[in-house]
């Protein structure tokens, strides 16, 4: 596509595309840097370009959040003109083979948290937490992690009270099921804990390249979501964490316990998997999985008295002192499934 877009940004290559409209590769004429440019049709029966803009706007001045260059209209077209990110963590984890090792895991675990509670601190809520929805930066920043698609957040509290949004239920499913919290499932509105409970589920999928309700099958959506959402409450811990250390289970169990409005301990689950991190013997020298030769992925062992049948805590202390047993039993499964797609007016891009 030969095209200027305000008289300084090049359009090249089409990069994506869906039903939300088109993105495009393309560059800064005078600095040739790297852009993304993303049309939405002016005449679109559910426009999502004019919010997620305003949105990439707001929440501007965070290192996790891609850059908006331009937002207008061009002839027939919304245009938006944003940094050029690199690959998804889905992306990069299908390059690795459907399994990344637990120190990868461990370094983008911290980097994803800061992202999502940067959004819940400016009161929004994401609502379709993901591992296509997390990319890596270029350059000076290829290992950042970055949040991006805002099309499905929700302003969860008012920005001057913080009076938060009523609990109601018989909600529609927004996001993807695959990695929806329980309750979204069940229809209740979707609050902070929702996109913590999302994250647990992604981390758990990058670990041991499955979910146990990937695949499943019904006659219509309602039907198919009942079936996850049966699946997700009735699945032992236990055996959902089984082979992970046992800050997995804690961290699902605790987020999962959180009230409607309850603001999650972010620091607790930051220094949580921290701790794990540095008593694995593990250094940040940001050489994931994806940046490696190829090789075999391993994950280092600890004592066999340390069992992921422990109980979790009921509550992570909020100073960040955790217990420090954990568990490093490798887990057979590996199992591969078919993705759902997000749940909106339209299909997602």
């Known amino acids: 596509m030969d095209m200027i877009i305000n008289g300084k940004y090049k ?27 993303k049309f939405e049709a002016v005449n679109t029966e559910n426009p999502q370009l004019d919010m997620e803009s305003k949105l990439y706007m707001y929440l501007s001045g965070c290192v996790n959040m891609p850059k908006i260059r331009y937002f207008g209209v061009e002839g027939k077209e919304k245009v938006m003109v944003m940094d050029l990110m690199n690959k998804s963590l889905e992306d990069l984890f299908e390059k690795c083979k459907n399994k990344l090792s637990l120190k990868t895991v461990l370094m983008i675990i911290d980097q994803m948290i800061s992202c999502v509670e940067y959004i819940h601190n400016k009161n929004f809520i994401h609502q379709d937490i993901k591992p296509e929805n997390f990319v890596m930066g270029t350059g000076k920043m290829e290992n950042q992690v970055f949040i991006i698609d805002f099309g499905l957040a929700k302003q969860y509290r008012d920005m001057n009270s913080h009076e938060h949004i009523p609990y109601t239920q018989g909600k529609s499913l927004t996001g993807t099921a695959r990695y929806a919290s329980i309750n979204q499932l069940r229809g209740i509105e979707s609050s902070r804990r929702d996109d913590m409970e999302s994250l647990g589920y992604v981390w758990i999928y990058f670990l041991k390249g499955s979910l146990p309700w990937m695949g499943i099958q019904a006659k219509t959506d309602k039907e198919k979501y009942e079936k996850i959402a049966n699946m997700k409450e009735s699945v032992d811990l236990n055996e959902l964490c089984k082979g992970l250390p046992i800050e997995f289970m804690n961290y699902i169990t605790e987020v999962r316990a959180l009230r409607f409005t309850e603001t999650p301990n972010y620091f607790a689950y930051k220094y949580m998997f921290r701790d794990l991190f540095m008593r694995l013997g593990y250094t940040y020298d940001y050489k994931f999985d994806w940046n490696k030769p190829k090789q075999k992925i391993s994950t280092p062992k600890l004592s066999s008295a340390y069992k992921t049948t ?28 078919t993705k759902e797609t997000p749940r909106r007016v339209k299909k997602k891009e």
Do not use: C, D, Y
């Open 310 to 337: 422990q109980k979790a805590p009921h509550t992570l202390p909020a100073s960040g002192h955790v217990k420090r047993k954990s568990s490093m039993i490798v887990s057979s499964n590996n199992h591969q499934g």
């Open 11 to 37: 359009v090249l290559k089409k990069i994506g595309a869906g039903s939300f409209g088109k993105i495009f590769s393309g560059e800064e004429t005078e600095t040739h840097e790297q852009i993304a440019v």
